[in-house]
């Protein structure tokens, strides 16, 4: 109603170039336009990679015919970190640009703002990479899916490799915000259902970064535990390691670590990376499955570079939409969303499915223990956890869903 | 015992690497009483030039010569790049009204965050680590670093130095004197621009050796500036501005707090577990508040001598001239009708300037007429905002009555920290608001329980539409600016101003100051509150970054870019910041450059900002 | 009848006694000049009888009534004017709206909100400008006045609560000669006119003799003299003080 008053001034307003534009035409040839919002200026490291991977997998989507000849196009815009500029970033492209549909995400409060916003104006989005469960779980809505294996699954695999450890005292270290305060819970929760008699001796929850190093290490040896895990990462986590290295609390102690084997965290330690932890990551010189090799060889023939987790996350969120658009054929969200719930595509890391039940996507990740090899930190005895093997059951997590998603 | 004793060598090593960043902070406010937003930028760039120096350029063999010369020549730049910045820059504007330097210096952080992207990447650098200081002392039983054994000794050794410097020489003379009373110095026929000039690098200099030390503890990354400038502030101001050994004293009881903290184990009150050792981020702030509200400047600071009642004559607030007040009119008009030719964008971009123009007009009241700059304005915004959002949360408010709960809760905040700020002036009193600010922010993002943290309130939309929430915006900020407007030109707004011009004069004719002061601190914090509230619903959620040092840092630099003295000052200068910050985002990955270039050329051009400039220009005309 | 009465008022400052029990009487329509040389205790008196300070010991007492220890805007709404040695005006207001705050003050309008205050008490206030001569320059701000103009617009201010006693620290210090002169023979016509007791200091020993009624003399905290003029000037321990430091008048 308020529309068609507006177009009608509009016209009369002398505004002529502006009616330019039927829609009909439009939805034939135009192309179909993805949002992408992320914490560029702020999160720098990992999202540089990871653009280069969306628009790897942007260039091939369009290379091979695009969506029934239409082009996939993205408009990119950084929200400084801040979840209020994510949202104002939402409705200027929904309702400036026309996006069909909203993709991105870093931090999980983003992420959260974003699904909000998704919900209440009936937008899809795609969230890439937000770790936090409450974007499917507790918050879960039905206009929001997510890619990246959550804080829970990431938690889950190194359980099941902490519960094959000898040891019973554990001390946690995690940066004081929703993910690492999860990401702790998650893991005494599972490993104390895993392996009763496992008692937790201190935990430490050091501002995101801001850690002060040398006595959290102080803090966490005056404990004295066998084992330690760990879910500081960037610069905390080399301060870490550092203070932990020179001060010995990483001698005769197990560690179990989140994220600590992808590229991004891994390669700024160099020489120093800590050796023996148990962790998740990415060893992208190992993996040699057809579809990661051709993503890889794809990757350093277009970037002179090699990839990194980012670069995955990206790529792979292009491809899921890619082939949710192929499928459904339209650009419709409720059509959209009808093609996301229940899709499988092809990964780099394999087949990847994105449940019906939650909307989280079965991507897992790489379990394994860090080494140094010629200086420079690896991941050794590795092997790829799916991610389906690691979520909860359908009933526990429709329970943890909202009853109107 | 032996882990206590570590303990508190770990905080004697953090309390070094902070005194090294604020003692330089502590001398250039000292001296040209500039609050030196920029400090954290050169800190990092010490780093980032020290890595560059010693490891980046792939040289091989580096020796403690190296590696040391590395960290010394890294400082040595970055000074005379203070220089540069002090010499194009700040020289320009030392006769600006008070706290305008502040905007300048946050443009040179914007530009130097996007430079140091552009020159050093984005991936953390580690750097080297100390020739022949890997290893660790044994300290009865448990191992210490012996590089942060060095450190220890580094800050008393700096400490000294600076005091002879400041003791022994006739510049070090004529810096204390300068810091004890400016005029003076400046009656004394000493040549003021050369001092400042010579401060300026000594200040950073020192930013950047401390930013070069941090090589062997932490990477060097594109965050350190904004992580420091915080803490390096509440030290100086903890030990009193301008006093370096205030500064030492101030970093040492803020880091053994930090240390000792976090072997505290939770404890439970009420049914509520209390984690202190998670805290991290509390304890500074606590401190500069406990300290301000005991000894108003600093542990060991001084009441300065002038304090500077006059420095910088406020003009006459006269009626608003007709053509203005046409011209407001005409802008309202014009909104009203905005609905029947914007789209759902453009109405969303000025719904949004709608809100910040009220958070700014709030800030201006304080700031303007009260005299009471806020550097912790976000947290009545925060508190508006999770006023609104808790209450339909917990209990399910409708929109009408979440926007009364925002004010309200916002209302009762400034009431609280208000009491406490009003008994301070000048930047004592900002440095109290902003650590209130941080307690704020503390709690939003610490009781998860009530605020959901960082993943803070979701689905809080609006009960109307889009084009209804913007009139709703509308008729807050339209109704709001003028009941602001309204109380500045009334009886109460004159004992306000009176109050700001001189306290001597107010109290000798009846004003109770503090009381005036105390109630305009509330009022700004309602009416914040109020703009905090509809942001919550129009964004749709609310989080802690709502009460956060940025935000805060927004509405300061609207208020600023606009002009203080002006009430059309904020309202001008919230549109053009937000405008500009909300355009360069669409346009230019590198708008944190594009914005600071234009924020330096907006206080080159319009050092009274741009209402300031407006209104002089209009004056002139009026051959008044 | 006494409405200003001082006794055994006491001020020390580590150790050194800055005012060492002073007692005097000022009584309505008298103009009190409160001499001495510099560092005899003169404004610190003056800070106590004001609020500005709280005495070690003794009382002041105004009308009758015990006013030691309050803090100066409570002594002020009790009818005590006052202006500064230093001008302290509103810099930022015209010089009718410094008059108007002080009314709007005297008469409790501070607390509205929302009234207009252009409309407040303006004929008063051209009415009290007009008595010290200042009303042609009214819509003037303050920051821009000649030294000698803020002097007569704080007179104003001062007389705008109907003050029963005015306090004047060194009215006319800054003044060219002829000024001092024509502002205090203004200050004496208008607390003859208003029945008004004045308290004043000061250094010009013309505009002393000139102008005061009674005379009373300070040198280190204590009182060594008072009387008429003459009786002060023929008095050996003034003569002792004044003459002994070297300094007949203009203590600076």
Known sequence: MTIKRRELLAGTAAAGVLLGSPTILRAQNAPIRIGEINSYSTQAAFLGPYRNGWNLALDEA?????????????????????????????????????????????????????????????????????????????QGNRYTFRLRPSTYMQAA??????????????????????????????????????????????????????????????????????????????????????????????????????????????????????????????????????????????????????????????????????????KGRSTDTEKMVDAMEGLKFQSAFGDVEFRKVDHQATLGAFVGKTKLVNGKGTMVDWRYADGKDYLPSDAEVAAMRPKDS | MSALVVQFLNGLASASALFLVACGLSIIFGVSRIVNFAHGSFYMLGAYLAWTLTRGLGWVGYGPLGFWGGILIAALIVGLIGVLIELVLLRRIYQAPELFQLLATFGVVLVVQDLAMAIWGAQDLLGPRAPGLRGAFDVMGQRFPEYEMLLILIGPIVLGLLWLLFNRTRWGTLVRAATADREMVAALGVDQRKLFTSVFFVGTFLAALGGGLQLPREPVQLHMDMAIIADAFVVVVVGGMGSVGGAYLAALLIAQLQAFMLLVPDFEIAGLTISIARMTLIPSFLVMAVVLILRPYGLLGKAPSHARTQASVEPVVRATPPILAKLGFASVAAMILLPLIADEYGLMVATEILIFVLMAASLHFMMG?????????????????????????????????????????????????????????????????????????????????VTGGDNGVLGVWPSIGKTGFFYLSLAFAVIGVLLLRRAIYSPFGYALRGARDSALRADAIGIDVKRVQWAAFAIAASFAGSAGALFAYFKGSVFPTYAAIPKSVDALMMVLLGGVQTISGPLVGAIVYMGLHEQLVRVTELWRLVLGIAIIALVLAFPQGIAGFAAKRFAKEDGA | MSVLSVRGLRKSFGGVEAVAGVDFDVTAGEMLALIGPNGAGKTTCFNMLMGQLTPDSGTVSFDGADITGLPPRAIWRRGVGRTFQITATFASMTVAENVKTALMSHRGDLGRFFARATALHKDDAIALLDQVGMADQRDRACGVLAYGDLKRVELAVALANSPRLLLMDEPTAGMAPQERVALMELTRQLARARDIAVLFTEHDMDVVFGQADRVIVLNRGKLIAQGTPPEVRAHKAVRDVYLGAGTTSGGH
Not at chain 1, 69 to 86: H, S
Not at chain 1, 243 to 270: H, I, K
Request: one cysteine or more; glycine letters at 10%; aromatic letters at 12%.
């Open chain 2, 369 to 449: 007429p009260g005299g009471m700059a806020s550097f912790g304005h976000a947290a009545y915004f925060g508190l508006g905002a999770y006023g609104a959002a808790l209450a339909a949360k917990h209990f399910n408010a409708p929109m009408e009555a979440g926007l009364v709960a925002g004010p309200v809760l916002a209302a009762l905040g400034g009431i609280l920290f208000g009491w406490f700020c009003v008994r301070l002036s000048g930047v004592y009193l900002a440095m109290l608001t902003l650590a209130f600010a941080q307690i704020v922010w503390s709690i939003a993002f610490q009781w998860v329980a």
């Open chain 1, 62 to 138: 369009n290379a091979s015919g695009g969506i029934d000849g239409r082009r996939l196009e993205t408009l990119f815009r950084d929200d400084a970190g801040k979840p209020e500029d994510a949202v104002r970033h939402a409705g200027e492209l929904v309702a400036a640009e026309k996006v069909d549909l909203l993709a991105g995400g870093y931090l999980s409060n983003i992420g959260l703002a974003i699904a909000g916003y998704a919900k209440q104006n009936k937008k899809l989005y795609v969230a890439s990479e937000p770790l936090t469960d409450a974007i499917v779980w507790s």
């Open chain 1, 157 to 326: 695999m190194l359980v099941e490799e902490a519960a094959k450890l000898p040891i019973t005292r554990w001390a946690t270290i995690a940066p004081n915000y929703e993910y690492g305060q999860s990401a702790v819970k998650w893991f005494k929760e599972l490993l104390a259902k895993k392996k009763p008699g496992v008692q937790f001796v201190a935990e430490q929850f050091p501002a995101l970064g801001r850690i002060d190093a040398g006595a959290t290490v102080q803090a966490i040896a005056a404990a004295n535990p066998e084992g330690i895990f760990n879910v500081t990462f960037g610069a905390d986590l080399a301060n870490l390691v550092r203070q932990g290295n020179t001060r010995g609390l990483f001698e005769r102690r197990a560690v179990a670590s989140v994220l600590t084997g992808e590229p991004e965290y891994l390669d700024p330690l160099a020489d120093e990376a800590p050796e023996g932890w148990i962790v998740t990551g990415y060893p992208w010189d190992k993996v040699e499955t057809a579809n990661h090799v051709k993503f890889r060889n794809a990757y350093r023939a277009k970037f002179n570079d090699y990839p990194r987790l980012g670069s995955v996350v990206g790529y792979d969120t292009v491809n899921a939409i890619v082939t949710m658009l192929r």
